[in-house]
């Protein structure tokens, strides 16, 4: 044996082409979906808003392509692992879109072996939090007819000692009488478990942890400072235009419609109703109130028709708006920047008008956004002592109306600008951080 080649093992390797070695740094590329989606998970890299959106564009072709099922489960795994209280809400409202997007699809989705495994899967997450706003749309659930929804519920009301749940199935159903023997076994297991609790102090923590996260969270937000608007899209405005001008910094505090009536439309919102409503916020108040009110007609005379326990704040001409002698709530009317000076004058000056002329023409890709409407003129013209009237339409862009397309505008055409773009709420922004900050009172006990 020697440790040179032999001439036939010579001629054999001359007659190959070997390959250079080649070291890849990144094997992304060569990842299936679900090994990207457990990247993500052990390197702690996801967005909640992202994954969600990722999760409802793939739920909505399940159906076509079921094999996506892994992919769907790998997401769950991560929203399992993350501790974000809007995750219950997203999955219901994700639940009902299935049945916007399509009647028949969400009932055929549903049906499905697909939709049995992942409603499954969307309550474990959901029990987890325990959240009281939570129980009217799992008592929805338990009228589904399908018995592996309503046992499932029952068997994690056991697991997660969900008292609340439990009294408000009781007091509506009578399980005894379920025709199902499946929910009859749960009824009669998450009874006995009840009977007979006990747990260790380590095991009570830990089922417990999502559920007192989800409550110091309610807690917090009961106490953060609130800035009333008049309506939904002034909300969203400003909401987006603080992420904008701040992206480093949370905002200190949170924006509000005075739409009592709620809902995707709104309509019970306005300058009389938020007038009504800061008026009556208490001195015990948890959270201090600022009502911001557009430079219009019906905003202007909603402030000055305040109640006289509004006082202007100190240095007036510096510092505008009122406070209330409580000093939980204060008002504010919305401030002028230069260029809509002529806006204000006119009392014409609403939340849209901070943005330039330029943003305003703005169109989503279906050509639809702000429409604007201008009023007639009425000219008077003295002529050898009598006077001539002429009526036209106006072009001062200081007078125009906005009579259409504000959802689209905030909800569409505000998200996509860059944050020069809102150059003027800074303005706005320091005088409502100077008055929610440190203008307000703390908060004050209330006497028996």
Known sequence: MTDSKTQEEANYSDN???????VREDFSPYFSEVERYQEKLYLGEWEVTAILSSLESKIF???SKPETLLEVLAILRILRETDDTSIPGSLFELIERTFEKDERFGLDFWVADVGRILILEFLDIIAEYKRPEDIPRLMELLCWDFFHIPSHILMLIRQHNWHQLWDAINGRYDIQEEYDPMIRTQHYLTREAFKNESASKFQLLKSHQKELLALRQTLRFATTPVLYVEGKTDRMILTTAYRKLFPEEKMPFVVKECDVVGGSHGGAGGAQTLARLISSIRPDSSHAALALFDHDNEGVDAFNKLPRYFVDRKQPKYRPGKISQGGRSAALLLPTPKSREKYADLLNLSIEFLFDDETLELKNSA????????????????????PVVEVRKSNLPETREIVDGKLVFANEIVPMLEADRFAEFRQLFWIVKDVLLTDMKPTVESSE
């Open 367 to 386: 050509g639809q956004g702000l429409v604007f409407s201008y009023p007639d003129l009425e000219i008077r013209v003295k002529r050898h002592g009598s």
């Open 61 to 63: 072709n399940l159906l």
């Open 16 to 22: 190959i082409d070997v390959e250079p070695l080649i």
